[in-house]
């Protein structure tokens, strides 16, 4: 089944043949684009495959300027899904790139598989103006999926989807195959990602870490140590949370870590939680996510109030909490 005619709007061409040549750099820029995980990892094959169904307004290439946040809010108010390349800045966070192109954290954190919602200033994201998410059409035995397959798959009716893309009538048959490699929006669709929230309150503006995983002078002995976790200052008595579910393997006190609660994960990772005023779990107990466990405390090696938060595999061994797992959030560790 050929794909719908593109319509393009492409900034500072005007001739027919000037349309032409920045169609064929826009197709390529995509494909290379997608092929090296620069933004979302559709699995896209070579040659110029990737072409988007013709509700997707497609309005940069590299060459070109990028399209502004007014065209994105412009043409969103008319409903159409506009699709261009953002790079990230050193200020930016989830939150503010989704509001500035019109759609939602978690609709562009899923659109570009997103593992963590930090964004590492120099990254390009695809970005879009929809509360939903793009996705590729892939081919699953043998030939490509149909549009009854995706929308199963995500929960959506087909002729939701085929309004969404401005599909014809003929793509709601049952035997009717997409174009594999052509790009759907489809509405209201995010991914389920499995993160970690902040183990204590934070506001912006306020300090978040005061010392964070590596070598370190030790505040106390004056040495060069290995500083295994992140240390987040917070007054006494703070509440302190499970980052996420999981049983408490240990609750008690352990030495330099004063009072200490160990939680152990699913995929065997481990949190801990030291230098605690008051432990308000015990051994055994299965804890939620964000569930109260203790409150914030300077027990044991501590110069003053904050939680030690550390992550640990499977096998004991240390993990740089910022590198190793995703926290949920609007902010930047």
Request: aromatic share 8%; charged share 20%; glycine share 12%.
């Amino acid at each position: 089944m050929k794909s719908a005619r593109r319509r393009l709007i492409l900034k500072g061409m005007k001739r027919p043949t000037d349309l032409l040549y920045g169609a064929v750099l826009l197709a390529a820029a995509l494909v290379a684009f997608l092929a090296t995980g620069g933004g979302a990892s559709f699995p896209v094959s070579a040659g110029p495959t990737a072409s988007f169904s013709d509700a997707l307004l497609l309005t940069s290439a590299p060459s070109l300027p990028g399209p502004t946040a007014d065209t994105f809010a412009a043409l969103g108010k008319l409903g159409r899904v506009v699709v261009g390349q953002y790079e990230v800045r050193d200020t930016d966070t989830l939150s503010s790139v989704a509001k500035t192109f019109g759609s939602g954290p978690d609709y562009l954190r899923s659109t570009n598989r997103l593992a963590s919602v930090n964004l590492p200033p120099g990254k390009t994201l695809l970005v879009h103006n929809g509360l939903g998410m793009l996705y590729q059409v892939r081919e699953k035995n043998g030939r490509p999926e149909s549009l009854q397959d995706i929308a199963k798959r995500y929960n959506l009716k087909p002729e939701s989807v085929a309004r969404a893309n401005g599909l014809s009538g003929v793509s709601l048959l049952s035997g009717a195959w997409l174009e594999a490699g052509s790009v759907l929006f489809l509405p209201t669709v995010r991914l389920r990602f499995s993160d970690y929230i902040l183990p204590v309150a934070w506001s912006r503006g306020q300090r978040m870490i005061s010392s964070g995983y590596g070598m370190r002078r030790h505040p106390i002995s004056r040495t060069r140590r290995f500083h295994q976790g992140l240390d987040m200052p917070r007054p006494a008595g703070s509440p302190v949370r499970s980052a996420r579910e999981g049983r408490v393997i240990f609750a008690g006190w352990r030495g330099a870590y004063g009072r200490l609660i160990i939680l152990k994960h699913a995929n065997g990772i481990c949190t801990w939680y030291g230098h605690l005023s008051t432990i308000d779990v015990q051994a055994g107990d299965k804890i939620k996510q964000g569930q109260f466990i203790g409150r914030v405390g300077s027990s044991g090696q501590a110069t003053g109030p904050h939680l030690h938060f550390e992550v640990r595999d499977r096998y004991g061994n240390t993990m740089n909490p910022k590198k190793s797992i995703c926290f949920s959030g609007d902010f930047k560790l």
